[in-house]
């Protein structure tokens, strides 16, 4: 839990000292450099999914089957919703008047921004199965930096998205022994692809250019995971061998 605990730390920390900045900038720069980290965050998302999709035995279609059953998962259970429920509910038990900006779109954007990718998810296996907690000190790093920038434009609310990473890597990091025997090669690219694809959205929303209920695609990550689950391929085995018999 070492490296998560260092990860949730180096975003609150962060943030904390955007909220300073934050007061002494003026709104034009505020929008300009809101506008820099959308457009870092929609390059970082689409070349994490291309790169992926370009790898020799990328599955073509997994990606496009995640996102339409994780988002009408994710719409059925309404998780966008439950989030900015979530924040707004903080906000009203802060001081009323705050101007520290929309906190619930602060946590929410920041919450799906700093869990959504492969680093959060393979520096938490790494964390609980060897100890190791290089690749979340890295994480750490990228975002203490990224949450001073956001909190400078988006407010307090990108500080309270350490709790989301503190709760969402803790459960990886603990459960690990568990999950590590599963998490093949192939699984962990399509994985990227889906992820890659909703930061890339992210930076969307960022960006004011469509609204996107990044929160109810979050089970379109998931979907790899249990397409690639051992009695899950032996199902499409036997399938694929009955449809050779057949025809």
Request: charged fraction near 15%; glycine fraction near 12%.
């Amino acid at each position: 839990m070492f490296g998560t605990i260092v990860n949730t730390l180096a975003i609150i920390g962060g943030a904390t000292l955007g909220i300073f900045i934050k007061n002494g900038l003026k709104e034009e720069y505020k929008d300009i450099v809101l506008h820099g980290i959308a457009l870092s965050v929609l390059f970082i998302g689409i070349t994490g999914a291309v790169g992926r999709m370009l790898e020799p035995g990328s599955h073509p279609i997994l990606f496009i089957i995640s996102l339409i059953i994780g988002g009408l998962l994710g719409q059925w259970w309404d998780i966008e919703g439950r989030l900015e429920s979530l924040g707004n509910l903080i906000q009203d038990k802060m001081k009323k008047g705050n101007k520290q900006g929309n906190i619930s779109e602060g946590f929410v954007s920041a919450s799906l921004l700093f869990c959504v990718g492969t680093m959060a998810i393979m520096g938490s296996l790494e964390s609980g199965l060897q100890g190791v907690h290089k690749t979340l000190f890295a994480k750490s790093i990228l975002d203490g930096v990224t949450s001073i920038i956001l909190s400078s434009t988006l407010g307090i609310g990108v500080a309270l998205s350490g709790i989301s990473v503190l709760v969402y890597q803790g459960i990886i990091t603990i459960l690990a022994q568990w999950v590590e025997p599963y998490m093949t090669a192939d699984m962990i690219r399509e994985l990227s692809i889906v992820g890659g694809i909703l930061i890339f959205a992210i930076g969307l929303n960022m960006m004011k250019i469509k609204k996107i209920k990044v929160g109810n695609l979050l089970p379109a990550i998931f979907i790899p995971v249990i397409y690639y689950l051992p009695f899950i391929q032996g199902i499409f085995q036997k399938i694929r061998l009955l449809v050779e018999l057949v025809f």
